[in-house]
């Protein structure tokens, strides 16, 4: 079997504190790749979870919603690194409401972390990429290109990531740097344990493979499209759902 090889690569996870993120970052790192963990609050301590003597962890606080911390990230990992081969745009929040019931705090703080912020981080990574090439890839959703009920801000973040995903890939394959997306369906985390047990019911009847995700199903998705064995693949939006949406 080919065994994928990222040493020497460095990668950049936002939201790896937990769930999908760090599910991500562990993969990465176990295929070879220096990877750099991002999140609002992270601890040192992470570190020691990672499999493996050769691991390389690094850990970069920061909130992606402020574009200084954004741009002191990418700073960072250039004066450490000196290079960026792989961006998972991973970090969202959710905060699901009611239309009538939506605030204004929930609209910036969701559009801020899950859209703006991977704007901001696709357009300081990709400078830095454009040395030798990369992948990009950022965490979409089933609801982006479907919609949910109570999810009006999420969803419409979420599909802004998908139109982010497609112009980047145009722009910046020129310059060997492939961006695509992974739009995960119900994924057992923190993010959907606030959803409540009905909802969880109800959901998996609309899971073809009869069972909720796993963050390491999404982060063998997302190792692919990370490695070169996706090398001819880019603009993609690929569903890890699944069977949820066929
Ligand atoms: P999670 O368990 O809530 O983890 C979210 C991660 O993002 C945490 O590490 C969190 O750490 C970080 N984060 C949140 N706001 C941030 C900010 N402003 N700056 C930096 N980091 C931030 O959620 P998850 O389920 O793993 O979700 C990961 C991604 O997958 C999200 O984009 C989510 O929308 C997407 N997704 C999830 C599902 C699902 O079913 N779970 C389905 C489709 C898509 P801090 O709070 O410490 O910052």
Redesign the pocket.
Known sequence: MQRIDLSGRVALI????????LAIAQRLAAAGATVVL?????DEEIIATFDGPQAQVFVLPG???EPEAVGQLIKTIFSRHKRLDILVN?????RPAPIGMISDDDIAQTLD??LA?VIHLIQSASRLMARSGGSIVN?S?VVGAKGAAGQLVYAASKAGIIGATLAASKELAQKGIRVNAVA????D????AKLGDEVRVQTLKSIGLGRAGT?EDVADAVLFLASDLSRYVTGQILGVDGGMVI
């Open positions: 936002t939201g790896a504190s937990r769930g999908i993120g991002n999140a609002r609050t992270i909130d992606v919603g991973n970090a969202g929040i959710m972390t899950n912020g965490v959703s995960p369906g119900y994924i985390t923190d993010m959907t963050a």
